[in-house]
């Protein structure tokens, strides 16, 4: 939306991006799906408050955003020429720029912007219009990804079932020195190993990555602004590189890429057609093996191959890999609810009390989950262990004042004016637990049954549940949605019958 701020992190982005990267304006704008124009506001912004590359040690992003807006920025004040119809209504006869500007401004009268700048802001734009992209590769630039189209069978050995393995395929711009592998699939976690393992291949990093716009590269596919899967821009800025997503529908962009997925698939995939691979190893040994012969066989009508070009030309100008690999994370964004703890795959990590209600990032590793709140990391916890909580004591309020709204003591009060049932259920749901606002989530839970179905539907379910030794809030919500709490309840004899019948109950013959 017009006026709407830009995130610190994406701004923090622009900054490596100019300084580190060494990338133009047009390219950097392209990468984190703003405008030219927007890419010079922040870096010459930077520069006027004397910001420097890397930002000094302690700048996390709360605290670049106050050097940067020290006071509440004004919203937008000027209204936005309509640039196409300015460029239709100047084919006409008789039509100039002034005349044009001057209709403008009787219309927004103090919202309009001055004659030179209506001017010079449609000159940007129609150079916008008329840029054309040549693919013009440079040394070290960029490296092209993709998968192919082909797949693999491999065969389970024990199974003999077939799965179909994925061909990832890289190459490099300038000397078209190609990677291919094998993967299971195109999720996230393989997407990103490829990539590793297509940068140990180069022996460096270029200064781009241009991929399709498959889902594990790219969240939201789009011409002007893509936006790039957190994961895969966190591995990226790991090696000091940028990604740049091929635009949608534009063959141009992604050529380098075509032309290797086809090289591939006739070069390797095609002479493997009459082999049967037993495992995803075997298989990639085969495609190392057939890659050598690619990249050392010379040009059509020329003697040089593309590993020869490769290192006349991109291993030079390639980037140095970084000494460590990077940590393999998946990004995802929670807010912690009343009981201050986010969930995660049905577990839940305590933040900050304070942080109550706030959009806080996860940052989840294999062993980690590190939750970040603008940027600054607010609380790690260990992603597996005993129980379904994990909590830090420093994470508590001091007498709850965080969330004083709520108490044990009043889930209690609520409870009994439902009911003796419920009033049982919900002392369940707070006893026996490391801190009772553990129960909070469950209380809650019951609280919008009773919304939903009555009161004395409630009441009548929670005395089922508890008759049946399950006082849980799953149960009493199962009972509701089946319509269970309108039976009568049964007595001890029958209340075995009431256990769901499927192949894990046994029963007494079993044992006979």
């Not at 191959?305 to 990077?326: G, H, M, N, T, V």
């Not at 795959?345 to 940052?363: D, N």
């Not at 001091?398 to 259920?425: D, Y």
């Not at 009441?459 to 269970?484: D, F, H, I, N, T």
Request: glycine share 6%; proline share 6%; hydrophobic share 40%.
């Amino acid at each position: 939306m017009p006026g709407e701020r830009v995130p610190m992190k994406k701004i923090v982005e622009v900054l490596r991006l100019k300084h580190e990267a060494k990338l133009s304006h047009a390219q950097i704008a392209r990468a984190c799906g703003l405008s030219k124009g927007a890419v010079s506001k922040y870096v010459s912004l930077a520069q006027a408050k004397g910001l420097s590359w890397p930002l000094p040690e302690g700048t996390d992003q709360r605290r670049l955003e106050a050097l940067l807006y020290p006071a509440q920025r004004p919203p937008e004040r000027f209204a936005e020429p309509d640039y196409f119809q300015i460029h239709q209504q100047l084919k006409r006869k008789g039509v100039t720029l002034q005349l044009l500007w001057s209709e403008y401004a009787a219309v927004h009268d103090e919202r309009a912007y001055r004659y030179s700048q209506y001017c010079h802001r449609y000159r940007r734009w129609r150079a916008r219009q008329r840029r054309s992209m040549h693919q013009l590769h440079r040394a070290g630039e960029k490296a092209f990804i993709d998968y192919c189209g082909t797949t693999v069978e491999v065969i389970d050995p024990d199974t003999g079932e077939l799965h179909r393995a994925q061909i990832f395929v890289g190459v490099l711009g300038a000397s078209s020195y190609t990677f291919a592998e094998a993967t299971w699939s195109q999720s996230l976690a393989d997407w990103i190993g490829s990539n590793q393992r297509m940068l140990r291949f180069f022996g460096g990093v270029p200064a781009l990555l241009v991929p399709d716009n498959l889902k594990a590269a790219v969240t939201r596919a789009n011409r002007y602004t893509p936006q790039v899967n957190d994961t895969y821009a966190e591995m990226a800025a790991h090696y000091h590189s940028a990604v740049l997503p091929a635009r949608p529908y534009k063959p141009k962009d992604k050529a380098k890429a075509e032309a290797a997925v086809q090289l591939v698939e006739r070069w390797i995939l095609a002479r493997l057609r009459h082999q049967r691979f037993f495992s995803l190893a075997q298989l990639n040994q085969a495609i190392s093996a057939l890659l050598v012969d690619l990249n050392e066989r010379p040009f059509q009508g020329r003697t040089e191959s593309r590993r020869d070009l490769f290192e006349a030309i991109d291993r030079p100008a390639l980037k140095p890999l970084p000494a460590d690999a990077y940590e393999f994370a998946e990004w995802h964004k929670a807010k912690p609810g009343i009981d201050y703890h986010v969930a995660f795959e049905g577990r839940l990590y305590s933040v900050p009390h304070a942080l109550v209600g706030q959009t806080l990032e996860l940052r989840v590793t294999a062993t980690a989950v590190e939750i970040l709140h603008k940027g600054q990391r607010v609380a790690v916890h260990a992603r597996r262990g005993k129980g379904r909580y994990a909590t830090i004591t420093e994470h508590m309020p001091k007498s709850h004042q965080a969330h004083r709204e709520w108490s044990p003591g009043r889930f209690q009060r609520w409870a009994a004016a439902i009911g003796p049932a419920t009033a049982a259920l919900v002392r369940f749901q707070l006893q026996d637990r490391p801190h009772p606002e553990h129960g909070y989530r469950a209380c809650l839970g019951l609280l919008n049954l009773a919304r939903r179905y009555s009161q004395p539907r409630l009441e009548a379910a929670c005395a089922r549940a508890l008759a049946l030794g399950a006082p849980r809030y799953k149960s009493v919500a199962s009972m509701l949605k089946q319509g269970l709490d309108q039976q009568p309840l049964p007595d001890d004899s029958e209340a075995q019958d009431e256990l769901p019948v499927h192949t894990n109950v046994r029963g007494a013959g079993y044992y006979h």
